[in-house]
């Protein structure tokens, strides 16, 4: 019965992890549009990437 | 402003998807696919059908982005006007600026526009890459149900100003009105809740952990200290629970006490607090693991209520007024210099520039130009009227036709027709209702509630003390109102969601409450049983070819005849706006036109003029309206039916009406129109013409005073504050995503005919919702007889409670999907319907 002593608390980080992912998906906006990102692998990866222009987005959110 | 954009009809639709048909035309414009007519232009052996085409063209390929075409063939917007710089450059001013833009520092700024014309995956493709077009922009990110893009762009290589236009240009050009000014705030209030399921969800799973063996009865085998540590345990996670998830339930409960009402929350808080505190004080005793996996199911369970029936829907807003009518710059003429400005920044006694299509932005005198003013949206008038320089004009107007000049008079505010925001309706917000039905179950279900557990605690005090407070919790615990808490959002939620099927769209749940309760249905005419703008000008005949198109088109131009000029304009795309010249034109006033157009003659006018002129007529096609025939050589070519027209159906739609509900017409038109309407509404309905909004407002307001349940529909902004005074004001929309007054429910107008299916639906719903009442009533029932004699395990709670929530959830869905279907509201049912709506 000891091993329950180890089981519960990687059951429990386990769940907590995913929470987590939940949470940080829900932060990042990513229940607010559920449509266009199923668009996005559709479409060729462009050569290029933006010029750094940093990606105010984190500022916003403390706004 | 003017529009740029020729958006292609039938992209107006709630486009959730992103296999828009596109028809690529063998013969059609590679950019747009336009048919090409006359003018074609090459470049790089494709074929454009304009200047503006071709050089978005250009502009992809010199950066190597005909990937384009790719993801849809001719996938672009046309671009018919070419856009000048300095069209936007009002947008750099500061004060402009800075109420537009989301974020700005030294070096970058961040911004959002709506983009109507984002129609396809091609169109999110390329402005996602817009950075490598445009050095200076960064990082992009389009919103395709919401038609909004988000760009983030260095403020030392472009400006505000010049990324607009260089968006233009592309033919995307952002839709920039008054309301974009100063108003922000956008609301995020669903990603808490999702975060308050998400912590409600992994408390409950955990939780269940913890409790199987406690359900199995295992507990004498896992022993005393392991029953110990899983009651820590699932306090330890209940704890978010109580405090994050079901803040909204404490804070609601407590708000409805301090108003005096027994709002549903009340006794769920009383339900969550009888729970945590019984189960903390066991697993504190050490007596065992408590409800805690109860109380996080129950949590559980009512966030996904709240979730399903938040339901809101991209590109709709209940709550718009005049701003978001107006456009967000003018042309002004100062010192014999055109420039654009900001609305904001218009004087008094400015002069402002008003080209085809652009509207009159607060009352003013015409300066210059014979002006054709079409008011249908402000007044209701269906006809444009004709002003002469001196003339004076409301706000709200749109021009039609040449470029005119005009002189301000008033403030944007202070306008005739925006001064009606400044009405006492106005002044509230749209009240939330209270007093919902479940509330009133609510009041009398916790007073009844409340005696049976001070009723039981009493009993139990008399004959086993030890009892008492057991007893009195376990009623507060079990009478908990998870399913009828449920039972109300599910069935008005799937009501909302089949509705919505039909595109017609309500604000909140409780608006179908209303909808139920109404015993007045209050009709706009223009807009509303019409069918408004030239859209709807039909033609009844074999079609037109485009020669016959120019040429009338040609001859319409001629005349200022309200007939006419819908005419021209409902044939101005087939002809391609190009206009032939006409020789030997005349008119004669109330009989019809004719003219000599590229050597044939073209006869419009009424039957009888016609028929004088030996042409065979064919008048069975007289539906109601103005209907202007049509004879081309002497020959007898078709008629065209006109606005003002009825929509289809009408005299049904009033019948059906009529038989639940009293009727009345309200209208800002003239009365031209009355008899017909008398004959359709009967002798007893209460027609009013000539109403101005004002006028409309207090009329809703007067039905009301009697006690009435008052249900507006309309359409333009002259039906705004009639919106507002209702109790349940519906705004009726051609196109879904349009511009439409602060209402409770947007409609389809295609859905007007089925108006009275709408309403008994509601009522259905509603019925619904008792039953669904009736049957948690059941179960509450039987808990509390369990619980009243102090038995209440957990086992017992714990099957209990989602069982008879997860029951009323599913019997409410069934059953309304059921009636709706039944109603004819579904997909399946109305599908000829929607072959109707869409020619």
């Known amino acids: ?63 | 402003m003017a529009t740029l954009i020729a958006i292609r009809p039938g992209r107006n639709g709630l486009a959730e998807t992103a296999d828009d048909p596109v028809c690529p035309a063998a013969t059609g414009c590679f950019h747009c696919g336009a048919p090409l007519r006359g003018g074609v232009i090459h470049s790089q052996e494709r074929a454009f059908c304009c200047q503006g085409c071709r050089t978005v063209f250009e502009i992809l390929a010199e950066h190597g982005m005909t990937d384009f075409y790719r993801f849809g063939t001719a996938a672009g917007v046309r671009v018919s006007n070419a856009v000048k710089k300095e069209e936007f450059k009002y947008l750099d001013d500061p004060a402009v600026r800075r109420q537009l833009v989301d974020f700005a520092d030294d070096r970058i700024t961040r911004v959002s526009f709506r983009i109507p014309s984002i129609h396809c995956i091609a169109c999110v493709w390329l402005l996602e890459n817009l950075f490598r077009l445009k050095p200076g922009v960064g990082h992009a990110h389009v919103n395709f149900p919401r038609k909004e893009v988000c760009i983030t762009f260095e403020n030392s290589r472009v400006t505000l100003g010049e990324l607009v236009a260089f968006l233009a240009s592309l033919g995307y050009e952002p839709e920039l009105k008054l309301a974009d000014l100063g108003n922000q705030a956008r609301p995020r209030v669903s990603r808490r809740l999702w975060l308050q399921l998400g912590v409600a969800g992994f408390a409950f799973g955990n939780i269940m952990l913890f409790s199987i063996s406690g359900y199995l009865g295992l507990d004498g085998f896992s022993g005393p200290a392991l029953k110990m540590l899983f009651g820590w345990l699932s306090f330890a996670l209940a704890v978010p629970v109580i405090i994050y998830s079901a803040a909204d339930y404490w804070q609601a409960a407590w708000r409805g006490l301090r108003q005096r009402m027994l709002t549903i929350e009340v006794p769920i808080a009383l339900g969550i607090a009888a729970l945590a505190a019984r189960s903390a004080c066991e697993v504190f005793a050490g007596r065992g693991t408590g409800y805690f996996d109860s109380l996080s199911g129950l949590v559980f369970f009512l966030l996904c209520g709240k979730l399903f029936q938040q339901k809101t829907w991209h590109r709709l807003a209940f709550d718009l007024d005049y701003r978001s009518f107006f456009p967000l710059s003018i042309t002004r003429k100062q010192n014999g210099a055109e420039e654009r400005v900001s609305l904001s920044q218009l004087q008094v006694g400015d002069r402002i520039i008003i080209r085809n299509g652009e509207l009159i932005p607060s009352d003013a005198r015409l300066a210059a130009g014979p002006a054709m003013i079409d008011y249908s949206f402000v007044t209701g008038e269906s006809v444009p009227v004709e002003k002469q320089p001196g003339d004076h004009l409301y706000a709200g107007g749109r021009q039609i036709g040449g470029t005119i000049e005009i002189e301000t008079l008033k403030a944007v505010s202070q306008s005739y027709l925006t001064s009606l925001w400044n009405q006492q309706a106005f002044r509230k917000p749209r009240r939330e209702i209270l007093d919902t039905m479940i509330n009133q179950y609510s009041r009398r279900f916790t007073k009844a509630v409340i005696a049976v557990a001070v009723g039981s605690a009493l009993f139990w005090w008399f004959h086993d003390p030890s009892r008492a407070l057991v007893s009195f919790t376990s009623v507060l615990i079990v009478a908990c109102p998870c399913a009828l808490a449920l039972a109300a959002p599910f069935t008005l939620g799937t009501a909302q969601r089949v509705l919505a099927r039909r595109k017609v769209f309500v604000r909140n749940t409780s608006v179908i409450e209303t909808l139920a309760r109404v015993d007045t249905v209050v009709l706009d005419k223009t807009g509303t049983l019409t069918a408004a703008g030239a859209g709807s000008v039909e033609f009844d005949g074999a079609p037109l070819t485009a020669d016959e198109a120019t040429w009338i088109f040609s001859l319409t131009r001629h005349s200022t005849h309200p007939c006419a000029v819908r005419i021209g304009e409902a044939v101005a795309v087939r002809a391609g706006s190009v206009a032939g010249e006409v020789r030997s034109f005349s008119e004669q006033p109330g009989a019809g036109m004719q003219g000599v157009v590229a050597g044939h003659e073209v006869w419009m006018g009424s039957a009888a003029w016609l028929a004088s002129r030996n042409v065979a007529v064919d008048r069975s096609a007289a539906g109601v309206g103005s209907v202007v025939h049509l004879a081309l050589d002497g020959r007898y070519r078709g008629s065209y039916t006109l606005p003002g027209a009825l929509r289809p159906q009408t005299a049904e739609l009033v019948s059906r009406l009529a038989a639940d509900c009293e009727l009345a017409l309200l209208s800002g038109d003239n009365e031209r129109e009355r008899d017909q309407f008398r004959k359709l509404f009967g002798p007893f309905a209460n027609l009013s013409f000539n109403q101005t909004p004002l006028g409309k407002l207090e009329f809703i307001r007067d039905l009301q005073k009697p006690g009435k349940t008052v249900m507006m529909v309309g359409d333009g902004l002259n039906d705004a504050g009639a919106l507002q005074q209702s109790d349940a004001g519906v705004a009726v929309v051609e196109s879904i995503g349009a511009f439409s007054p602060a209402s409770d429910v947007i409609m389809a107008a295609n859905m007007v005919p089925r108006l009275a299916e709408i309403l008994r639906f509601s009522k259905t719903s509603v019925r619904v919702v008792r039953l669904s009442i009736m049957l948690s009533g059941l179960y509450n029932l039987v808990g509390v007889s369990i619980a009243a004699r102090g038995q209440l395990s957990p086992v017992v709670c714990a099957i209990l409670m989602p069982l008879s929530s997860v029951s009323v959830v599913v019997f409410a869905c069934a059953l309304t999907n059921w009636f709706g279907r039944r109603a004819g509201l579904d997909d399946t049912a109305a599908g000829h319907l929607n072959a109707e709506a869409q020619p």
Do not use: H, N
């Open chain 1, 1 to 63: 019965m000891i091993v329950i002593l180890l089981l519960i608390p990687l059951s429990i980080a386990m769940a907590a992890i995913f929470l987590g992912g939940f949470i940080w998906a829900v932060r990042s906006g990513q229940y607010e549009d559920t449509c266009t990102p199923a668009m996005r692998p559709l479409m060729e990866e462009p050569d290029a990437k933006p010029d750094e222009v940093p990606d105010a987005r984190q500022k916003l959110q403390r706004k």
